[in-house]
């Protein structure tokens, strides 16, 4: 399985900041996504990380409130800006691996926002 | 785009039972089916997959099953155990596209002793 390290793994942040998170790929992969899951419930997909170009957005996220950017194959980042408490979550960043096909899933960041 | 519908939201069975979980999907052009199973605290982990191209996949106590027909897909866990105990996620994909994996709301998995 891929190696995937992100960070941080959780942080307390105030409202209107913005946090940015990283995550490290141990090799070079497909398709970078960026998932979040709130406390007890699924995971639902930000936005598809797309290198060397703007990222695809789902249905009700929004590149101003989560810029993301991937500089090369292995790297990316999500921001979530002008934080409100509704942004607390679990951020999940995952990559494609073997030809593609199988997903693996960097361990999270908690945010907290009070 | 794709939907993932999954049943039960809560399961409860003794310890050495069976566990069954299913999913409908909406896409029929879907052709990856993967499950996951994440503990408390923890990321998902890919458990088991199946291309549409099969029908049945096993690996040891955990199988999976698919009926393209009727766009629906099924987990099974045999002899289960107290570390079954987790939240499981099917998902869905058409792979090759954009590739994005949409998924089911999660079933609550509990082994009683």
């Known amino acids: 399985s891929a190696v995937i390290s992100q960070k941080p793994s959780r942080d307390i942040c105030q409202r209107g900041t913005s946090l940015t998170i990283q995550c490290q790929v141990d090799?070079?992969?497909?398709?970078m996504f960026w998932y979040r899951q709130q406390p007890g419930q699924s995971l639902t997909l930000i936005a598809t990380?797309?290198?060397?170009?703007?990222?695809?957005?789902e249905s009700g996220f929004v590149i101003d409130k989560f810029p993301i950017s991937r500089p090369n194959l292995t790297f990316s980042t999500l921001t979530v800006s002008n934080m409100s408490p509704e942004d607390s979550s679990i951020y999940l960043c995952s990559a494609l691996r073997d030809s593609g096909e199988k997903l693996f899933f960097g361990s999270g960041t908690q945010l907290s926002v009070l | 785009g794709e939907n993932v519908e999954q049943h039960p939201s809560t399961l409860s069975v003794q310890e050495g039972d069976s566990a069954v979980i299913k999913c409908t999907y909406s896409d029929s052009a879907s052709n990856y089916f993967p499950w996951y199973k994440q503990e408390l605290g923890k990321r998902p982990q890919l458990i088991i997959d199946i291309r549409s191209n099969v029908g049945e996949k096993k690996d040891q106590r955990i199988a999976v099953t698919l009926n393209k027909t009727a766009k629906h897909f099924s987990l099974h866990i045999t002899e289960t155990q107290p570390e079954d105990s987790a939240v499981y996620f099917c998902a869905a994909t058409l792979l090759g596209s954009a590739s994005k994996i949409i998924f089911g709301s999660g079933t609550r998995l509990s082994i009683r002793p």
């Open positions: 990380a797309n290198q060397g170009s703007e990222a695809t957005y």
């Open positions: 090799s070079q992969v497909t398709m």
